[in-house]
């Protein structure tokens, strides 16, 4: 009996051991990436109503809860320019990811949009491993028990803004010899090398990978499986950070991926919220609705009377009594109360697609100031009709089929409307684009 003690306790010592190396050879983790401005999801159609940073911080906190141990990467590229409330927009993401805690953040171009001061406000874990100063780290190091990983980012030189002379606006060192012997020297101290970079997949051959076992590529599809170049495992972060990567990962002794499983979790509005990042949300709505109210008191002040160049839909009943109808019953003639059903009705990177004349002079300022302009109208089409209108129709301007899908496409777009097709959407449309005796394609 005291010998089957001793074996069954030999057993229980060598099965823990066993274990323990089971663990100190494996590695979750969770990365994302190219959240290019998407502070939330669009929510105007359902095949793209991913994402969010709300979402993200509910299914990271599920993850961390299955996995302790995970290590947070985030490519970079949160930030982007364009957008009516895109300053507001990038101080908030700034803001909501330092939320989300992760282990490093690498800095892309895009990401200096406002400069490099603007990106001081809150203390992210940004990497940029050829930047010459001492604002952002070349590299950092990650422990996980007896695990680390050696986290690297690298700015692409193709990409790199430059003043009108041709000068380089910021100090980076572009030369690879510089990454190649940073990267080494990381992979000598048995880390686990990882690099953030937007190259693309096709061309992340010219970069020094010998010594990198992760690379975040960049791209503008979706993430699709991991590749393998040479001894490099190469992942894609999704565009609009609409779905987060993980990879469970098995290394070798010199920290090198033996093998590994990969899966992409959807940020879906069936995650719901992360009630800590309300306090945080509730702050950004608050400031766009400020901003929004400070543009319309701006506008009222400097309208005359209801003079401007667009008229709305009803002027034109008299002499386009058909395609009037058929606009009348259309979702675009609701397209501003959708927007109110869901509290967005005063977001001007809502409005710009849901109102005709939005940010344009004499375009539509709020429901109760314009509310001929609101929805989606013929003169968002046809352009400003006062002109024309007074003139009995004397001038027009026609839409022939290949200049109205560019125009149709810049808010059913894939963002927006990823599933939008032109040709169908012709066929079930309103035909007051359509040249007489013209048959649809």
């Not at 002499?319 to 109360?337: G, I």
Request: some cysteine; proline content about 7%; charged content about 20%.
């Amino acid at each position: 009996m005291q010998r089957v003690s001793c074996l069954l306790a030999s057993l229980l010592v060598l099965l823990a051991a066993c274990a323990e190396a089971a663990d100190s050879s494996g590695l979750t983790i969770i990365y994302s990436g190219n959240l290019a401005g998407h502070l939330e999801p669009c929510g105007c159609a359902a095949e793209s109503d991913f994402g969010g940073l709300d979402r993200h911080a509910v299914m990271l906190d599920r993850l961390r809860a299955e996995k302790p141990e995970a290590i947070a990467i985030a490519h970079g590229g949160l930030l982007a320019h364009g957008g009516v409330t895109e300053r507001v927009k990038a101080e908030f993401i700034l803001q909501g990811f330092d939320l989300l805690h992760y282990d490093a953040v690498g800095l892309q171009w895009p990401d200096l949009v406002f400069g490099r001061a603007f990106l001081g406000q809150v203390s992210l874990p940004w990497v940029a491993s050829n930047w010459r100063g001492a604002e952002f780290p070349v590299m950092r190091l990650i422990r996980r028990g007896a695990r680390k990983a050696a986290f690297f980012a690298w700015l692409d030189p193709e990409r790199e803004p430059r003043t009108g002379g041709g000068n380089p606006i910021y100090p980076v060192d572009n030369t690879l010899e510089t990454l190649a012997q940073r990267l080494a020297g990381a992979k000598n101290e048995g880390a686990m090398v990882i690099l953030a970079t937007a190259v693309h997949p096709d061309h992340v051959a010219r970069l020094p990978l010998s010594h990198v076992d992760l690379l975040l590529a960049g791209t503008d599809g979706p993430p699709g499986e991991p590749l393998r170049v040479g001894k490099t495992l190469v992942v894609r972060p999704e565009k609009w950070g609409m779905r987060l990567g993980v990879l469970d990962l098995n290394l070798d002794d010199q920290g090198h991926i033996a093998d590994w499983r990969h899966r992409v979790v959807d940020l879906g509005a069936d995650l719901g919220h992360a009630p800590r990042m309300f306090p945080w949300y509730a702050a950004y709505t608050e400031r766009v609705k400020l901003a929004n109210q400070e543009r319309i008191a701006q506008l009222r002040a400097k309208r005359q009377g209801d003079t401007g160049p667009f008229v709305g839909a009803q002027p034109c009943r008299s002499c386009h009594a058909a395609p009037f109808e058929a606009w009348q019953k259309s979702p675009h003639a609701r397209a501003l109360p959708t927007l109110e059903k869901v509290n967005k009705d005063f977001d001007p990177d809502c409005l710009v697609c849901h109102t005709v004349g939005f940010a344009l002079p004499g375009g539509f300022v709020e429901k109760g100031v314009t509310p001929h302009l609101a929805g989606v109208q013929c003169e968002s089409c046809h352009g400003a009709g006062r002109e024309h209108a007074r003139e009995g129709g004397a001038r027009i301007k026609h839409l022939a089929a290949d200049q109205s899908e560019p125009l149709c496409r810049g808010c059913h777009n894939a963002l927006h409307a990823p599933a939008f097709e032109f040709k169908h959407a012709r066929r079930q449309g309103i035909p007051c684009g359509q040249k007489k005796d013209e048959k649809l394609p």
